[in-house]
C-alpha cells in the first residue's frame, strides 16, 4: 500500500474529495453538489469502500475512492459508524430517532427497533430547538475492544448504550444537565473511563451508570464537539487529547452575529488539566472545528475541518470552509492549500 492519504470532505454544498500527489493536493471529485453532508466513515481493511449520509436524503457507498457511489439506504442519515472489528457490519443512525445495522457491507440492513423500546422517560428528551424539532442519532460508538458494546449520542435527547449489540439498551445520561450530546470516546484500552463532548459541557466518568462530571479545568471556552486522542509523546505516558471548542452554541452566533470564536485544546493528564493550543491558530476562529480525524499512516498527524455553518441545523446555505494539518500530535497547525465549502465532517484514508 503506497503512503498516500485521500480526503473525504463533507460539507453544506456536498462531498469533496482530494488526494496528496507531489507534495500538494489534488481534487478528485465532487458529488453531492445539492447535498448536505453530516457523516463519514471509511473501512480500515479495504480503504476505497467509505459511506457518505446525505441528510434529507439517504446513505450512500463507494468501493473505487469516490469516483462512483450507490445508494444503500434511504433516509434522514446524521451518523454512519463502521466495526471496528468487522469491515462488513455498518450502523447508521437518523432522524427521528433510529438506528439502522448491515452484515454484509451495506447490501441489505435492518433497523434496531428495541431502540425505540426505551421508557418514555428517556424518549421525551428525543428532540431538536430547529424545526422539525425532531432528535436524530450525532454520534455512533462501537467500543474497539468489545463489538458488543455500544454508545450513542442523541441530539438531543442524551446517552443510551447496549451491551448486546443493540438487542437492549439503556439511557445513562445522569449528571448531565442539558443533553445536546455530541461525541462519546473511551480512554484507549479501558472499558469503565469515557468523555463526553456537548454543547454545554465536557464530561467523564468512571461509570456511564453513575453519572458523569465535568472535566473543563483549564478551558476558557463552553461548546464541545468533535475530540480525539493521539499516542503520548513518550512510551508509558497519558495519551494526548485533543478537543474542538467554541464560545456558545451556534445558536447564540446568530443572536450576536458573530463567528464561533473557536479554539484548540489539548491535556495529557487525561482530562484533569487542558491547554489551549496556539501555534498557527488565530486568537479567536470564526469558523467552527467541527471535524478532528487521523491520519491513515502516521499516529502523529491529524487533521481538522473547519466550517462556518451551524452543523446540528441541516439546511440552509453555509460560508466558507478550511482544512489543516499537525504534524507534531495536535501542537502546531498549518492549513492545507484547498478551497471548499463549510466543511461539517472529514475523512482521511489510505490512498
Known amino acids: 500500500m503506497s503512503e498516500g492519504v485521500r480526503l473525504y470532505a463533507g460539507t453544506q454544498h456536498g462531498l469533496f474529495v482530494w488526494r496528496s500527489r507531489n507534495a500538494g493536493w489534488e481534487q478528485v471529485s465532487c458529488s453531492f453538489e445539492d447535498g448536505i453532508i453530516d457523516s463519514i466513515f471509511g473501512c480500515?481493511?479495504?480503504?476505497d469502500r467509505v459511506f457518505v449520509g446525505v441528510t434529507h436524503d439517504g446513505l450512500y457507498r463507494t468501493t473505487d475512492a469516490g469516483k462512483n457511489w450507490t445508494k444503500v439506504l434511504d433516509g434522514d442519515i446524521r451518523s454512519v459508524t463502521v466495526d471496528?472489528?468487522?469491515?462488513?457490519?455498518?450502523?447508521?443512525?437518523?432522524?427521528?430517532?433510529?438506528l439502522f445495522r448491515s452484515e454484509d457491507?451495506?447490501?441489505?440492513?435492518?433497523?434496531?427497533?428495541t431502540l425505540k423500546e426505551l421508557p418514555e422517560a428517556a424518549?421525551?428528551?428525543?428532540?431538536?430547538?430547529?424545526?422539525p424539532h425532531l432528535g436524530h442519532v450525532r454520534h455512533i460508538f462501537i467500543h474497539p475492544d468489545d463489538p458488543s458494546v455500544i454508545y450513542?449520542?442523541?441530539?438531543?435527547?442524551?446517552?443510551?448504550?447496549?451491551?448486546?449489540?443493540?438487542?437492549?439498551?439503556?439511557?445513562?445520561?445522569?449528571?448531565i444537565d442539558y443533553l445536546d450530546i455530541h461525541v462519546i470516546l473511551n480512554l484507549p484500552q479501558s472499558f469503565e473511563r469515557y468523555y463526553l463532548a456537548t454543547a454545554r459541557g465536557f464530561f467523564t466518568t468512571d461509570n456511564p451508570a453513575e453519572g458523569w462530571v465535568r472535566a473543563e479545568n483549564g478551558l476558557t471556552r463552553d461548546y464541545f464537539h468533535d475530540f480525539l486522542f493521539l499516542p503520548p509523546a513518550k512510551s508509558g505516558e497519558n495519551p494526548n487529547m485533543?478537543?474542538?471548542?467554541?464560545?456558545?452554541?451556534?445558536?447564540f452566533w446568530r443572536r450576536e452575529n458573530r463567528g464561533a470564536r473557536a479554539a484548540l485544546f489539548t491535556s495529557r493528564d487525561n482530562a484533569k488539566s487542558w491547554q489551549r493550543v496556539t501555534c498557527g491558530l488565530p486568537d479567536n476562529l470564526d469558523s467552527m472545528i467541527w471535524a478532528l480525524v487521523h491520519h491513515p499512516h502516521d499516529a502523529k498527524t491529524v487533521f481538522a475541518g473547519f466550517g462556518n455553518v451551524a452543523r446540528g441545523h441541516a439546511s440552509g446555505a453555509g460560508g466558507a470552509g478550511d482544512l489543516m494539518i499537525s504534524r507534531d500530535l495536535g501542537e502546531s497547525w498549518e492549513r492545507l492549500d484547498i478551497a471548499l465549502p463549510a466543511d461539517r465532517v472529514l475523512w482521511a484514508a489510505a490512498d
Not at 480500515?44 to 480503504?47: D, G, I, R, T, V
Request: charged fraction near 25%.
Open 123 to 131: 424518549r421525551k428528551n428525543w428532540w431538536f430547538p430547529q424545526p
Open 152 to 175: 450513542l449520542c442523541v441530539e438531543h435527547g442524551g446517552i443510551v448504550r447496549s451491551f448486546d449489540r443493540g438487542q437492549s439498551w439503556e439511557d445513562v445520561s445522569k449528571g
Open 44 to 47: 480500515q481493511q479495504s480503504p
Open 105 to 113: 457491507g451495506g447490501n441489505r440492513w435492518e433497523e434496531l427497533t
Open 242 to 251: 485533543l478537543l474542538a471548542t467554541a464560545d456558545g452554541s451556534p445558536g
Open 84 to 98: 471496528p472489528t468487522d469491515d462488513k457490519v455498518i450502523y447508521s443512525g437518523i432522524e427521528p430517532v433510529g
